[in-house]
């Protein structure tokens, strides 16, 4: 790291001016992925660096230079969620329609970090609402998939979303809605039907946003969805069989390890107890009451409900 590099990230101001030339800012391999001065000062945005900056001749052209992965200094400032800079790159020209290497422009960038205030500046600016990344992805696709709530409801907020905005489907078939679903994004899935999004929007699998959540396991996000109104296709119901018959074959091996643990030890009553407990848990999970437990439904394609259902609750007991 240089010593403008480090000035700039920083933020010293007095230090960076001592350094500062038009030469050093705008050289192409400022580090390995060939991020400018520009770039740094918009990713580590201060208001005095900046407008050192901003004075020199080689400033417009420096704010359109791009890294190795596409991105200007605008881009970064989208992802960073730097409003200050942001706005002040927009001041001066720079393109609010940029692409990077992924076919994101900053307003993706900035929705994919729920950079809501940043979010909002490039809104006013007029950016594009119904872009595409190269996967296919809306802004409103990134916010669904991220679980920015808040995000959603600007988006619907600034803008008379049509219906087809909303059901605006990715490469593979995908709309907003498929995305919340599958992630288990039980508020935004209401949200987003409540703007008209197609609750039975079919991928090109033939996926419904509820066949997604039911192969996930997000129970409250499937009792939701059916409560709504989805149709259970045979895939889907097959794929709910499936997970009826996991969890019975979890209730049952767990409760057989408390037998195993407890049953024969001064720790009877805490197994009783843990019985009660866990057929009342399992239970409320498959009568939809889901909603009211703390259920980590985020890491529960990736979690067994054996690590995130019954180890918190072996925890108890010091294990």
Request: net charge neutral; hydrophobic share 35%; proline share 2%.
């Amino acid at each position: 790291m240089t010593l403008l590099q480090r000035a700039i990230c920083d933020k010293n101001s007095q230090l960076f001016e001592e350094l500062f030339t038009a030469s050093a800012m705008s050289e192409p391999n400022f580090d390995d992925e060939e991020n400018t001065g520009y770039h740094y000062a918009a990713s580590f945005y201060n208001c005095d660096i900046f407008e050192i900056v901003s004075k020199q001749s080689g400033f417009i052209a420096g704010i359109s230079l791009k890294n190795a992965e596409g991105a200007t200094p605008l881009t970064l400032a989208a992802k960073k969620g730097n409003y200050g800079a942001m706005k002040l790159l927009l001041d001066f020209g720079a393109d609010i329609e940029c692409k990077d290497n992924f076919g994101r422009t900053p307003l993706i960038n900035a929705v994919h970090g729920g950079h809501t205030q940043t979010i909002e500046l490039l809104l006013q600016n007029n950016a594009t609402v119904n872009c595409k990344d190269k996967d296919g992805l809306t802004p409103l696709a990134h916010a669904a998939l991220m679980n920015h709530l808040k995000t959603v409801r600007i988006l619907f907020s600034i803008f008379i979303f049509e219906k087809k905005l909303v059901n605006l489907k990715n490469n593979k078939g995908w709309t907003p809605l498929t995305y919340a679903a599958s992630e288990g994004h039980t508020e935004i899935v209401n949200l987003l039907l409540d703007y008209k999004a197609n609750i039975n929007s079919k991928d090109k699998d033939g996926w419904s946003p509820l066949t997604h959540a039911v192969f996930q396991g997000h129970q409250s996000t499937i009792n939701f969805l059916m409560s709504r109104g989805a149709n259970v296709n045979a895939r889907t119901s097959h794929f709910l069989k499936e997970l009826t018959v996991q969890r019975q074959k979890e209730k049952e091996h767990f409760i057989k390890y408390l037998d195993s643990q407890f049953g024969n030890s001064k720790e009877t009553n805490n197994s009783n107890k843990f019985h009660s407990t866990f057929a009342t848990t399992a239970d409320s999970t498959e009568t939809g009451n889901a909603l009211k437990t703390k259920e980590k439904e985020t890491n529960s394609a990736s979690l067994t409900f054996w690590e995130y259902r019954i180890q918190p609750i072996l925890g108890v007991f010091g294990k």
